[in-house]
């Protein structure tokens, strides 16, 4: 009898030391991912989803370096070719073994998505030498290969091999309807998608055979949508989540006051700007008017006060740390300056413009929009604004129906040249390059340098390229920038390293995550 | 008696038509789907060609007829987020709405009666003045002011109740998960209620309490008085059921009113039912579940209504006869 006892006291023992390591996380985001297939759309929600549930090749680290994951090293052989060795005995969810044959696979599949195949556009068939080495392949030199593999997630070519029970090929990558990867996955992630309830409710659970051992303590995360900025961050404070995504600016204080909760912030590199529109208008094609403008766009306080901080003014697209980044350049604001210019250019009595703006899109974007209008109406510039939400938006700013027009970016590449081929280069129908340039700027020199740089594989002169396209952009002021948005998560302090798990890419690294 | 029916079920499809067009007016203003299911960087070609593989480019008309063909055979087009049929989608969301609003009735149900009949009793007593002014406040704040306040007070403040989201949920029959089987589940359902109620409540208590001060000044109920029976047997026998028809009639038709709250109550308190669904699609540009939404709404009061109008002229002959002139 007494034995029983202690064994059955020994076994309770055990099971709650068990217990005792492993932690459930109750993450909100504002939105959930939309789908099990890494490929259906490129957008920050479905790279956080790829980073639980899948790993990629090389990811980020937080000081913007490489870092090794599925792929063990890597080395140049020549400039069309990066040689990969995969790490080994790295296993799918399926219990299959990753290979260089999976990879392929996938780098196959991603040229077929819509939304990767313009990033994956450079690249050319790749060659499996073995098992675990495999050449990936540039059709020309090509710099930014290792910033691709980033955005490699090996996916298990077996398991999304052949027909699911509709009949329909079980590797379809499909937006809108039923395929089998939008409701199956076999990553070879920290985490498995236990259960699904799209916009409602996620359970995902640690694999077992993860290849990392030296990972994080969370064996379950639940997740849910929380849309609503005031519920998200009230669930937080309740306690009733352990860690939100974004954290609404207006709440920031609230969140740094409250106790047992941590508010994690880092300068983001979405840049916000504003592109006049030359094609539009007569007045705006004088490089002096671009200038007034920008003179008289008071950037810092708009960070100050509609920001309240918490963005970085910025003076170019680059943020710091790409290496497009110039670091002499300097905000502009001087209001005698940019009547002066004003004056110069013959339109000191000033003219009116159209503006359009998202209300939904970016942090306070109405807001900063209408504080942008009150002060060109300093320099005697009158604007009609018009603001709209987003899935509204796009469609205006396409068809260009203001002169000038609001647009924030990120850089999927995490490159500067990605800033110039969408947002400032020559609009082009056939090339797609200039596809978000609504100011239709054009400038021959910076389409040439952008160019350039893209088969330039010494970083040193790739770098001066693309600074010097920056310092161009700078002088003809060939739009407003703003700011540089900031990344913004919170938690309670039962995280014990959630500000090391965060990036500027804001895909947090939840299997890394150690909690109480 | 067929020629009413006939009648009625014409002018129900006629109803129904007009929804239908109204919904695809407000698709065509809400935003491009497109840009919602591609990522921002995708080429003008490739957004063209995924347009044009789901009809978005074609004439308005021949959406809509499109609609309305594939409507007639159960099929309420596709939700672009959920990537399932849009009818499925709702089905699976409408538990919890069904749940919210019943919850929130029974609320109304027991508080407005008492206190409608005690404030008709006792119209000058401090008690009264004091529920007659909180129905004022009641029926003038928001409701997404009052459900914040609720969520700040009670989950924030006090800790006391979960702040969103249903909880704990049981399946009962396939496709019902029920809150109402679990402690967490029913916790979770207190202050969406009560947010949900604070819309109804007032309303309630004023018109019962209108009613039933009308019908105390009636000659049947001096006569009763008079006769001697017991006060309480007048109230509650007599002279409340008399008052319950207007309230009925009321009820019917708020009950339009209480779906249309559940939209923003749910939306602050992330209960994943159909109004939040419905903003989201909305939030989302995911116009086919947008309009599968009004359609399928408009269709419930529809059905109701035509009953309803139906039993009236089985048990009202004049309802009949009034519409024929």
Redesign the interface.
Known sequence: MKRSVILFLAVIAILCTGFAHAATLRLAMDADP??LDPHV???GGMLQYSHMVFDPLIRWTQEMEFEPRLAEKWERTDPLTVRVYLRKGVKFHSGNELTAKDVAWTLARLKKS??Y???FEPFGEPVIVDDHTIDLKTTKPYGLTLNMCTYIFPMDSEFYSGQDEKGLAKDAI??????FA?ENESGTGPYVVESR????KWVLKAFPDYWDKNKGNVDTILL?????D??RV??L????VDFIMPVPPQDFDRIEKAEGINLITMPGTRVITFQLNQKRREELKNPKVRQAIVYAVNNMGIVEKIMKGRATVAEQNSPEGYVGHVKELQPRFDLEKARQLMKEAGYEKGFTVSMIAPN?RYVNDEKIAEAVASMLSKINIKVELKTM????F??EF?AQVADIQMIGWHA?TEDSANFFE?LNMCPN?ET?YG??NSGNYCNAKVDELTLASQSETDPAKRAKMLQDVERILYEDAAFVPLHWQMLSWAGSDKLKNADKIVNVMNFPYFGDLNMD | MFAFIVRRITQAILVMLIISLIGFAIKQSVGDPIREITGISVSAAEREALREKLGLNDPFLVQWLRFIGKALQGDLGNSFYFKRPALQVILTKAPATLELVFSTSIIVVLLSVPIGIYAAVRPRSWLSRFFMGASIVGVSIPVFLSAILLIYVFSVGLGWLPSYGRGELVEIVPGWQSGYFTIDGLKHLILPSIALSSIMLPLFIRLIRAEMKEVLETEYIKFARAKGLKPGRILFVHAFKNTLLPVITVGGVQLGTLIAFTILTETVFQWKGMGSMFIESVERADTDLMVAYLVFVGFIFVTVNTLVDLVYGLVNPTVRISGRK
């Open positions: 939309v789908s759309q490129l957008s819509q939304d195949k313009a990033l499909v937006k809108t309807e039923h395929s939008n309830e799209p916009g409602q849910t949508p929380i849309s609503e005031a519920t009230a669930a404070l309740a306690g009733d939904n939400p987003k899935a509204q796009w469609d396409d999927d969408f129908k797609g596809q978000y």
